[in-house]
């Protein structure tokens, strides 16, 4: 260790330390981070540490780590640090107010945890705080009117905590804030007029509080930006399922004044007040005789914010440690906001995280590096997007853009600079392999493929702050194929015959052009074949997505997936023996699909392939095509849809053999 930056940065070494038996009382997880150690450079830097280029520490990104302590009060003496990410953790105890004194912090992110006290009124004069998530923690008491203060904060996320209080007028005062996010609290008072006419607002999130009065009618230029369920006392005009407003709710001044749960007026109440909810001893530190029918309320509430708040944690729990996967991502219809942020005005400076350097960390990207004897960042270059344009396009990864999720992946829409419309899948570092050659030679193959019936990889981003890889994919908005099946007569959208032949074709073409060597692609097996990685586009073309993507991920990850495969039927039988994953594993999985979309079901049974070997196809037909299909093709597909599934994978046909036999198909009803 160099004797004189220990003489210059004591300070910071010594509060790395204290932070480390703070947040890792067992030594389990920072090992690395030792007395001896040199948190900026050589073979003994301090995982998850960075620093700028003037050797200083400028920031700490240990997300996702199984940490279980507590955040210090030495936190406050790290004077440069710009990002701080200690999400998905379980860190408890209170947000230390020492924290206010990193004035040059932009990035805060101490969600998902189970933090717990008052959030520190102090945090209101960090000037340069541009993201602040404190979300899904234990936290209690009101929020700070000093919040006010944050002129560049453009993320704001206090969701899913316990707090009481009313919605501070102030925070309209922040002009470049985007996206507040107050839901699942127990917030009370009507929404301040100041803040409905934040210039920069584009999504208010207020849904599961006890909030009442007339709603601000400013807030109808957010449209579905505007989520305020499940505040039974909110009313207004022009927005839907709420209620006209009487004479008694009309009062909406920028204070946010309005009925607490007892009925009694908030008036003279600060708006910061921590006024604790009528309860019973059960949920008040300090319970008070209440009116019974107060109880009742409070228990409906907790009820209502509970049940939501399981659901989104069950999702979060990925990110906090490696469990089984399971089953994959569902496409839902969300709602995308297309406002300005498009225009790429949506956070004013860029990534904090461009100016630092990583001695030792996960950089599979960088441009020292070399790959096949060449550099790979000129071969890469045009695939290349950075944090920020990837931040900009989903709303910095807003739950409204959330398209679906699985135990190592989330997926979000986004709209890039240029007007279109993508999906961004957020890859942690513990899914990724890592080797990073390895790495690099996955992300090769995925940027080699190149055919129609395959969704187009744009481009991705490797965060070295986040711990996380970013794959930007064109956007297919017809949902997955798995949800054309299992539909009911009337209640949803049932695929014509010609539709279906069409969706097979360009299944087969798309298998069969990841099992064709080319120049510059391998041959390639796919994996993870399913009714839910078939996209279906605007024309109902077929799209197979996460093509090429096990290449990128460590074996564990690709391992638990096989569960849900198997689970749905479409894991080979040969794979319990041999452990391997061949072209014909993939054609039998393409056999089961054939099987889904003749029967229009998901679950496909043992009767079904006894009515296809009897040859009795019209019992296997989709009863809801009315008999509107080829005799001729039914029974072909039927006979394929066998012989894709033969229990010996060398009776199977050769993926080129189908698209050469489905060519002869030329539907037409």
């Not at 070494?13 to 690395?32: F, Q």
């Not at 979300?135 to 899913?160: F, M």
């Not at 989104?312 to 729990?317: A, P």
Request: aromatic share 8%; glycine share 8%; net charge neutral.
């Amino acid at each position: 260790m160099n004797p004189k930056w220990v003489c210059g940065k004591n300070t910071e070494l010594r509060a790395l330390m204290e932070m480390k038996s703070s947040l890792d009382p067992e030594s389990l997880y920072l090992s690395s981070w030792t007395i001896n150690g040199n948190p900026c450079g050589g073979s003994d830097s301090f995982e998850g540490v960075a620093c700028n280029e003037k050797g200083q520490v400028a920031n700490i990104s240990l997300q996702g780590k199984g940490l279980s302590g507590k955040l210090s009060p030495a936190i406050g003496e790290l004077k440069h640090l710009t990002g701080l990410y200690l999400h998905y953790n379980s860190l408890y105890g209170p947000i230390p107010r020492e924290i206010a004194n990193l004035t040059n912090l932009t990035d805060l992110y101490l969600n998902v945890n189970h933090l717990s006290g008052e959030i520190p009124s102090e945090i209101g004069k960090m000037e340069n705080l541009q993201v602040l998530q404190l979300c899904y923690n234990q936290l209690t008491g009101s929020i700070p009117t000093q919040l006010g203060g944050l002129k560049q904060l453009v993320v704001l996320a206090l969701q899913s905590n316990q707090l009481t209080g009313a919605i501070p007028a102030s925070l309209g005062d922040l002009g470049m804030l985007m996206r507040l996010d107050l839901s699942s609290n127990r917030l009370f008072g009507s929404i301040p007029t100041r803040l409905a006419e934040a210039p920069s607002l584009r999504v208010l999130d207020v849904h599961n509080n006890t909030l009442s009065g007339n709603v601000p009618p400013a807030l109808k230029r957010l449209d579905d930006g505007f989520l305020y369920e499940y505040n039974l006392g909110l009313c207004g005009v022009g927005f839907s399922s709420l209620k006209t407003c009487n004479a008694s709710d009309r009062v909406n001044p920028d204070k946010p004044y309005g009925a607490g749960l007892d009925g009694t007026s908030t008036r003279d109440i600060p708006e910061t007040a921590n006024v604790q909810l009528p309860c019973n001893g059960t949920q008040c530190q300090n319970p008070s005789k209440s009116k019974q029918s107060a109880s009742i309320i409070v228990g409906i509430v907790v009820f209502a914010i509970a049940v939501p708040t399981i659901g989104v944690l069950t999702f979060t729990q990925y990110r906090r440690r490696k469990q089984k996967l399971g089953s994959s991502f569902t496409i839902s219809d969300n709602h995308l906001i297309t406002s300005d942020h498009g225009k790429g005005t949506y956070r004013k400076n860029g990534s904090p995280l461009v100016s630092l350097e990583y001695s030792s960390g996960w950089d599979p990207l960088a441009e020292s590096r070399n790959f096949n004897g060449g550099n790979h960042d000129d071969m890469f270059h045009s695939f290349r997007f950075n944090l920020e344009e990837v931040e900009t396009a989903t709303q910095y990864f807003s739950e409204s853009n959330l398209l679906g999720k699985s135990n190592f992946s989330a997926t979000y829409k986004g709209l890039l600079r240029d007007g279109s419309i993508v999906a961004v899948k957020s890859i942690s570092k513990t899914s990724c392999k890592s080797d990073e050659s390895e790495f690099i030679k996955g992300l090769n193959i995925l940027t080699s493929l190149r055919n129609e019936n395959l969704v187009r990889l744009r481009g991705f981003c490797c965060s070295r702050g986040r711990g996380e890889c970013f794959l930007v994919y064109d956007f297919v908005p017809n949902g997955s194929l798995s949800r054309f099946l299992d539909v009911k007569e009337g209640e949803g959208e049932v695929l014509e015959w010609s539709t279906r032949v069409s969706i097979v074709k360009g299944i087969a073409k798309g298998i069969a052009y990841l099992h064709t060597y080319k120049a510059n692609k391998p041959a390639l097996v796919h994996q993870n074949i399913s009714a839910e990685k078939v996209l279906i586009d605007k024309r109902f073309n077929p799209m197979l997505s996460d093509s090429g993507l096990y290449k990128l991920l460590t074996n564990d990850i690709v391992f638990s997936a096989l569960k849900a495969s198997a689970a749905k039927g479409y894991l080979a039988p040969e794979y319990t023996t041999t452990g391997r994953f061949t072209e014909k594993s993939d054609v039998y999985a393409f056999g089961v699909l054939l099987f889904q979309i003749l029967s229009g079901q998901r679950k496909i049974t043992s009767s079904m392939r006894l009515v296809a070997e009897a040859s009795r196809f019209q019992e296997l037909v989709d009863p809801n095509l009315h008999g509107r299909f080829f005799e001729y093709e039914a029974a072909k597909l039927a006979k394929m849809a066998l012989l894709c599934t033969h229990e010996c994978p060398f009776e199977r046909p050769m993926m080129e053999a189908i698209v050469q036999e489905l060519g002869n198909f030329s539907s037409c009803i």
